[in-house]
């Protein structure tokens, strides 16, 4: 049981370049999300996906893209990474009902120089 | 809106001792709440969630947690503390804040950091 991978583990980037983040679910779940984790902040909500086929804007959706063509792959996208973005980033995701409960990823270190 | 608030960002214990760590909770509805455990350079692991069965929520390796709505509360606590308790523990709130398409929000704290001396 792989639950949920994410890759990679860790990526060093210049400032300018383009970025997918990979998260795969073998669970079946409906719904994805990606959060940011920064020290002090805890985690924050990026883009979240309901089910395959559509997408939402959390609190930080500035300068990132998802996309959900099937229900397991929820890649993130950083378009034109920026120092800011220096993060983890988690992927998560949530059986179909009533369950509020995430599950989540180890996590990508995403550093940008 | 709904928010978390965990008072202490870093709480140190000796191994064998009792472990409290704090969270008060805001929230319009009546909210689950949960405890995330963050193991160094892991993700987060589900300790427990309250959902209003029973105030007294059982988790994990020996947690667990009450909510007490009169003080918006949710205190993580363990009677005896052990060498592998040491990580990162977040308090989240969930139930307020609806997500376009349908689901809920999740509010995460700040996060506080553990730390098990011998």
């Known amino acids: 049981i792989a639950g949920i991978t994410q890759a990679p583990t860790s990526q060093i980037l210049a400032a300018g370049r383009r970025m997918t983040l990979r998260c795969t679910q073998d669970m079946r779940h409906n719904a994805m999300y990606w959060y940011r984790q920064d020290l002090g902040l805890g985690l924050r909500l990026i883009h979240y996906s309901n089910t395959a086929g559509t997408t939402g804007k959390g609190e930080v959706p500035d300068g990132y893209s998802v996309s959900r063509a099937n229900t397991d792959d929820f890649p993130l996208t950083l378009a034109s990474a920026v120092p800011s973005q220096t993060s983890v980033y988690f992927c998560?995701?949530?059986?179909?009902?009533?369950?509020?409960?995430?599950?989540f990823g180890p996590g990508t270190r995403l550093t940008v120089l | 809106a709904q928010s978390v608030t965990q008072l202490d960002s870093h709480v140190s214990v000796s191994e064998g001792t009792p472990v409290l760590l704090r969270c008060n909770y805001s929230s319009s509805y009546s909210p689950s709440l949960f405890w995330y455990v963050q193991h160094p350079n892991k993700g987060l692991q589900l300790l427990l969630k309250?959902?209003?069965?029973?105030?007294l929520v059982k988790g994990i390796n020996g947690f667990e947690a009450e909510f007490k709505k009169s003080e918006t509360s949710f205190h993580l606590t363990k009677p005896s503390a052990h060498m592998s308790d040491a990580a990162e523990y977040f308090c989240v709130v969930s139930g307020a804040w609806e997500l376009t398409g349908g689901g809920n929000k999740l509010t995460f704290g700040t996060g506080t950091q553990l730390k098990v001396e011998l």
């Open positions: 309250y959902t209003s069965a029973a105030t």
């Open positions: 998560a995701s949530k059986p179909s009902g009533t369950t509020d409960t995430q599950y």
